[in-house]
């Protein structure tokens, strides 16, 4: 996956991230084993949960996923607390909008990100965990067609993604979001 540095093609402070060219072999490594129950198990009750204060120590020069997936802080507002809460995810770009997949590791509930967005689309974004940068957004659900597409560019750069609609087949759909600068 090809992350764009240059300053003059941020997306509202997001790096643009281009889901059809290569992915490197670290993503293709580590997508292989997050298709794994124990990889994903480890990924989700481990790794993921230390990512969030990792890239914030070191403002976002650190992440497990450095180097593999761009990384950004999802912030939202709770959909039941109201308190805002900070998500590590991946993420990749299409046109003038983030997308972000809400996986679960393929578990049968959806992540409670997804329902925060629901219910309060407005949020901010911070790539690599660092809180200096990024963004306003506004999240919508895509459907039909939009949802589509997007979810197989997703399985394209990340075969995890694959393997996470085999487990969900016929208990729910992996939903996919598109973020839009705010403003």
Not at 23 to 51: K, Q
Not at 53 to 81: E, M, Q, Y
Not at 119 to 148: I, S, Y
């Amino acid at each position: 996956m090809h992350t764009m540095t240059d300053m003059s093609d941020l997306l509202n402070g997001m790096p643009r991230v281009d889901p059809t060219a290569a992915p490197p072999w670290t993503l293709r490594v580590t997508a292989r084993i997050l298709s794994t129950d124990i990889g994903s198990a480890f990924h989700r009750h481990v790794m993921a949960p230390l990512d969030g204060p990792l890239g914030r120590l070191s403002r976002g020069r650190l992440h497990f996923g450095k180097g593999t997936i761009p990384l950004v802080i999802l912030r939202s507002t709770g959909a039941k607390s109201g308190i805002e809460r900070d998500v590590p995810l991946g993420y990749f770009t299409d046109g003038d909008d983030v997308i972000l997949i809400a996986s679960n590791y393929g578990q049968a509930n959806h992540p409670s990100w997804y329902y925060n967005l629901l219910k309060n689309p407005q949020c901010q974004l911070f790539p690599d965990g660092d809180t200096n940068r990024g963004g306003h957004f506004v999240a919508r659900r895509t459907e039909g067609a939009d949802h589509d597409r997007l979810f197989e560019l997703a399985a394209g750069y990340a075969s995890n993604f694959a393997s996470y609609a085999v487990k969900t087949d016929g208990v729910r759909t992996i939903n996919v979001f598109r973020l839009s600068p705010k403003g």
